[in-house]
């Protein structure tokens, strides 16, 4: 079983429609937690970044952390044509230096929003 | 800064060649990560760099792949002989804005095809 599990989709919306986007994990050391979003033929660029559990919003982005399922979630509100991307969780493990820096990615999830 | 610079972005050869793989990583940044990403793996990470000194080589598939940082600004990714499963996306990221070392940041990767 990986570390961290990702529905790959594709996953199809219309455009203004609410996406949720999803990770579980096993690792319980996780304690940072982020979304990349990747474009077609790009590398991977930071989308959204917490720390521990909680809600995190920027604009129409929410990211939401429960470390007590070991689950992560990220909203998309009033999606848009520009949202269609394969989008990555990543998780990290306590600590600055050595391991902690050390990023695990889920498989990513492909989002497709038509017009 | 330009962020992080790869290069070739795309290469082609032929099974038993040599390829190196280069990256120049954020200025400032101490920490450097090579990754492999496929469609039925996703993103790898193959191994990481702190202050130019290899931390983790764990996800090196076999011998045929070396990595070297001689400097801070200068990373290669060489597979040799290359072999057609070695065909994937490959991405170098750097680490170690002062805000935060979790965050990664990548290039634009190199697409290699082995025939």
């Known amino acids: 079983q990986k570390e961290v599990e990702q529905d790959p989709g594709p996953l199809s919306v219309p455009e203004g429609a609410i996406v949720s986007l999803n990770c579980t994990y096993s690792?319980?050391?996780?304690?940072?937690f982020m979304w990349y979003r990747q474009y077609s033929r790009k590398g991977p660029e930071l989308l959204m970044y917490?720390?521990?559990?909680g809600n995190k919003e920027d604009g129409r982005f929410t990211a939401q952390v429960d470390k007590s399922s070991k689950y992560i979630s990220l909203f998309i509100r009033d999606s848009q044509p520009s949202d269609s991307a394969t989008y990555l969780c990543?998780?990290?493990?306590?600590?600055?230096?050595?391991?902690?820096?050390?990023?695990?990615f889920g498989t990513g999830t492909q989002l497709k929003v038509e017009l | 800064d330009a962020g992080v610079i790869q290069s070739p972005r795309h290469e082609v050869t032929e099974m038993g060649q040599e390829v190196t793989l280069r990256c120049k990583p954020i200025?400032?940044?101490?920490?450097l990560f090579w990754y492999r990403q496929t469609m039925m793996r996703g993103l790898e990470l193959l191994i990481y760099?702190?202050?130019?000194?290899?931390?983790?080589d764990s996800g090196m598939p076999e011998d045929r792949f070396s990595a070297k940082m001689p400097n801070a600004s200068f990373s290669t990714l060489k597979i040799q002989p290359s072999e057609p499963r070695d065909s994937a996306v490959y991405f170098c990221?750097?680490?170690?804005?002062?805000?935060?070392?979790?965050?990664?940041?990548f290039g634009a990767g190199t697409r290699l095809s082995v025939l």
């Open positions: 690792n319980s050391a996780f304690q940072y």
């Open positions: 990221a750097s680490s170690g804005d002062r805000r935060s070392k979790n965050i990664q940041y």
């Open positions: 917490t720390y521990s559990s």
């Open positions: 990543a998780m990290s493990a306590s600590g600055l230096t050595g391991g902690g820096n050390k990023l695990t």
């Open positions: 760099f702190n202050n130019n000194v290899p931390i983790d």
């Open positions: 200025s400032g940044h101490d920490y």
